[in-house]
C-alpha cells in the first residue's frame, strides 16, 4: 500500500514569504504529525490532528499552523519564513489509536534564504 | 514520556550482530518501547516494538529486562545498508500525543 506523501521535496523561499507543506497519510490513518528536524535540535514535534482537530502542539511559535481535511490529509503554513525555519519537515501518520508505531514521510527540505 | 539515554555512536562490520541499549529508568508501568531507524534525508522507520521480555520481527529483536529500566535492540548479521540513526522511545501511545526523539545512536557499518 502507498506510504506517507509529502509534496514538495525541495522548496527554496525567501526570507518573509510563507510556505504549504502537504501530507497525505496512508490509507485508513487518521492521525497525522509534523515534526521539524534540523542537524542542531534533532527532530522536534510541532502538532498532531484526528479527525481534523488539533489535538497537542509542540512549542513553537503561531507562524507555524496546521490543518487537516476529512479525508485526513494535512496542510502545514509557516509565515514570514526565517532563517532558522530552514529544515526537513516531517509528517508521520497512525491509526486511531497509535499502538502500531507511527510511518513518516520522506519529508519536505525547506531551505530559507 | 520517559527519558531515554543510549550511546552516541557505535561502529561495527558487516556480518557482525549490533546491540543498542537503551536506559528508562522512569518508565512508566503503561509505556512501550519502541524503536525507529533514520536514514539521511528520510523520514524516521518504525522497527520495533515491544513491552516486556523478548520481542523479535524480521529485522530486529528487542529484549527488555524484568525491572523495564533499559531495552536492547539487537540487530543480526548487519550489512552497510545497516548505517543509520536509531532511536528509542518510551511512551504509552493511548496518551502520548508526540514522539519525544533524542539523538539517538549512529551505527556505522563498515565494510
Known amino acids: 500500500k502507498a506510504g506517507v506523501t509529502q509534496t514538495p521535496r525541495y522548496l527554496i523561499k525567501t526570507r518573509g514569504q510563507q510556505v504549504t507543506l502537504s501530507c497525505s497519510p496512508i490509507s485508513g490513518h487518521r492521525s497525522v504529525s509534523w515534526y521539524q528536524q534540523t542537524p542542531g535540535q534533532g527532530l522536534q514535534f510541532l502538532f498532531e490532528?484526528?479527525?481534523?482537530?488539533?489535538?497537542n502542539k509542540g512549542n513553537f511559535p503561531g507562524r507555524f499552523s496546521g490543518r487537516q481535511f476529512s479525508n485526513s490529509r494535512s496542510e502545514m503554513n509557516v509565515s514570514t519564513l526565517e532563517l532558522g525555519d530552514s529544515a526537513l519537515y516531517l509528517c508521520a501518520s497512525s491509526l486511531a489509536d497509535r499502538e502500531n508505531g507511527y510511518t513518516f514521510g520522506s519529508g519536505t527540505r525547506l531551505t530559507v534564504v | 514520556l520517559a527519558k531515554t539515554t543510549q550511546p552516541i555512536s557505535m561502529d561495527s562490520y558487516e556480518g557482525q550482530e549490533v546491540n543498542i541499549t537503551c536506559s528508562h529508568n522512569?518508565?512508566?508501568?503503561?509505556?512501550?518501547i519502541t524503536w525507529y531507524q533514520q536514514f539521511p534525508s528520510q523520514g524516521p522507520r518504525f522497527i520495533i516494538q515491544g513491552y516486556k521480555t523478548k520481542v523479535t520481527n524480521e529485522v530486529a529483536s528487542l529484549f527488555i529486562p524484568a525491572d523495564r529500566k533499559s531495552s536492547t535492540l539487537s540487530l543480526p548479521r548487519v550489512s552497510l545498508s545497516d548505517t543509520a540513526v536509531y532511536y528509542c522511545l518510551v511512551g504509552a501511545a493511548e496518551r502520548d500525543y508526540k514522539l519525544s526523539f533524542g539523538a539517538g545512536t549512529t551505527v556505522t557499518v563498515r565494510a
Open positions: 490532528y484526528f479527525s481534523e482537530t488539533q489535538r
Open positions: 522512569n518508565i512508566a508501568t503503561n509505556d512501550y
